[in-house]
């Protein structure tokens, strides 16, 4: 027996139908208990740095991703991803993939399911902000789950020579985002790029921030105008920056929550009423990443 651990270095062209696929299965059994999603855990390394893990248990696999933080005096810090899938019945290792490219593709797949079920079916005009890889991937899937007439997107460095087919270039966050259906937002800002509150009721805004702590792309104020789901519900209330900015400050509550994912699919929270603009807020689970993985396990 081989003690080799199959390892994915370059991610291969997954479908986004399969991995939309792969996506709701994972949710619909997080609902129905027969999958597991502890919260994300960050540990401190001694002189500075840090890791961040996330785990999944789904079917009889396991999957854990580690994403460690390492600065450098007078250089970049070191950022890097691993995911390992390990099977629950022999405890054996299934797989080892680097996570950079699954991330971006399980966080823009993540934020594409919920457009699929938020956003009215007739939603037409697309905004993306944002032009790098998260900003094109949550493209292609958004193109997925809707047939948008009218894209928009920008990026302070964007040129009509950068965009993506069918893309018009807007001059501003604002530009792009007014009049749409549908507003994606792909950026590692750690500060509001949008006041999403002031969109026209029934706008579906998804956000996925960064790392960075406290980081919002929406201002913290505009969620009790809004009606607000999140990715899971055990978990996006105490780690997404606007929901604890706006909590400390009494402006919003976790009982505020109108749905996560799992209960969209499984009817198990309302849908959005068409009454305000809605956000949904993902802040990247283990799960996700589980379940994209296994869709590169070797045979």
């Known amino acids: 027996m081989s003690n080799m651990i199959p390892m994915v270095e370059r991610l291969p062209h997954l479908p986004p139908s399969d991995v939309l696929h792969a996506l709701r299965t994972a949710f619909t059994k997080l609902a129905e208990g027969s999958a597991v999603q502890p919260p994300q855990t960050l540990m ?10 996330y785990q999944a248990a789904l079917d009889d696999t396991y999957g854990l991703k580690i994403s460690p933080y390492l600065p450098r005096t007078g250089r970049s810090a070191v950022v890097t991803a691993w995911t ?37 079916p007739e939603a037409a005009t697309l905004a993306v902000i944002g032009s790098g890889p998260q900003a094109h991937a949550h493209l292609r899937y958004a193109r997925a789950v809707r047939a948008f007439a009218s894209v928009r997107m920008y990026a302070p460095t964007l040129t009509e020579a950068k965009a993506p087919d069918g893309v018009t270039v807007a001059h501003s966050a604002e530009e792009a985002a007014a009049g749409a259906d549908v507003v994606l937002l792909c950026t590692s800002a750690a500060q509001p790029v949008i006041d999403a509150a002031a969109l026209p009721p029934g706008t ?27 990715d899971y519900r055990p978990t996006v209330t105490t780690a997404a920056g606007e929901m604890v900015l706006a909590a400390e400050a009494d402006l919003w509550s976790a009982e ?44």
């Open 84 to 120: 390992l899938v390990m099977s629950t019945r022999t405890g054996r290792p299934l797989l080892l993939c680097d996570a950079h490219a699954l991330t971006v593709e399980r966080t823009a797949a993540t934020s594409a399911l919920a457009v699929d079920h938020l956003a009215r």
């Open 44 to 53: 401190l390394l001694p002189g500075g740095g840090d890791v961040i893990a």
């Open 256 to 299: 505020q929550l109108r749905g996560d994912l799992p209960e969209l699919l499984t009817g198990g929270c309302l849908p959005p009423s068409g009454a305000r603009p809605v956000l949904f807020r993902s802040i990247g689970l283990g799960i996700e990443d589980l379940a994209v993985a296994r869709l590169l396990e070797c045979p």
């Open 204 to 230: 579906v805004v998804t956000s996925i921030s960064t790392n960075a702590p406290r980081a919002h792309e929406i201002p913290p104020a505009a969620l009790p105008a809004m009606e607000v789901y999140g």
